[in-house]
């Protein structure tokens, strides 16, 4: 037990860590309302799901990003509207990406959501690090 300690403290300690931790835990969010919004609502399309999850992520990832993962003291509104211009890049994937794999491909939503998530999450790191949540200079 003593080891696991050890390994999630030495984990918390590193912001990357914090990220790794706060973004996957959001992406599960994201995915797991995705993936209830197709079963709930079957036919409403799945870019109508795609665009409630994202207000549900986003709702419960900028505060937990801001303090938790980046521990901003910047302004609120200037560090929300660069949140929001980094996570645009991730929504616009999600309505590109998605139905390209849909479409083309074939693949299920769900699927093809998780394969955007993935990338997404990995380049979103450096995009909220170095421009949403900024250390001044």
Not at 42 to 55: E, K, R, T
Not at 60 to 70: E, G, L, N, Q, T
Request: hydrophobic share 55%.
């Amino acid at each position: 037990m003593p080891r696991l300690q050890g390994l999630v403290r030495a984990v918390l300690a590193d912001e990357r860590g914090r990220y790794l931790v706060a973004g996957g835990s959001c992406s599960l969010l994201y995915l797991v309302v995705f993936g209830l919004g197709l079963h709930a609502w079957p036919h409403a399309g799945y870019l109508w799901i795609v665009l409630l999850a994202q207000v549900v992520a986003i709702s419960v990832a900028f505060p937990v990003y801001r303090r938790f993962v980046f521990r901003s003291r910047g302004r609120l509104v200037p560090d929300f509207a660069r949140f929001l211009s980094v996570w645009s890049g991730g929504l616009l994937a999600s309505f590109v990406g998605v139905p390209f794999l849909v479409e083309a491909f074939g693949v299920p939503p769900l699927p093809g959501q998780i394969a955007a998530v993935v990338i997404v999450a990995l380049l979103s790191y450096l995009g909220h690090r170095y421009v949403s949540f900024r250390k001044p200079d």
